[in-house]
Nanobody, 121 residues
Framework: QVQLEESGGGLVQAGGSLSLSCAVSGRTFSAYNMGWFRQAPGKEREFVAAIRWRGGTYYADSVKGRFTIVRDNAKNTVYLQMISLKPEDTAVYYC???????????????WGQGTQVTVSS
């Protein structure tokens, strides 16, 4: 019933920028937390950023100052704006929605399929 679909990933050189989007359907969008996570091959899925329904934002230390999460409730869409990208940002990026804790995957009920972000040196 609840569906999320990410888009906007791609290949970018170090120092470049990308913007990801996540469209949500099947749920009252504004009432739930939205998060972005990422997972590189052989590594655990890690928290990137989250936004609460009232708009409060939270970031992993590794991306603070470089990434911005925003939501457009009218469009049922959340965005991750990324600048000053580094090779270590390379991963599959997933958006998720839920009512639990913000910083861990256990806090989210539904996940998108992921979009690949690759940052070259």
């Amino acid at each position: 019933q609840v569906q999320l679909e990410e888009s906007g990933g791609g290949l970018v050189q170090a120092g470049g920028s990308l913007s990801l989007s996540c469209a949500v359907s099947g749920r009252t969008f504004s009432a739930y937390n939205m998060g972005w996570f990422r997972q590189a091959p052989g590594k655990e899925r890690e928290f990137v950023a989250a936004i609460r329904w009232r708009g409060g934002t939270y970031y992993a230390d590794s991306v603070k100052g470089r990434f911005t999460i925003v939501r457009d409730n009218a469009k049922n869409t959340v965005y991750l704006q990324m600048i000053s990208l580094k090779p270590e940002d390379t991963a599959v990026y997933y958006c998720a929605t839920g009512l639990g804790v913000l910083y861990g995957p256990q806090g989210y009920d539904y996940w998108g399929q992921g979009t690949q972000v690759t940052v070259s040196s």
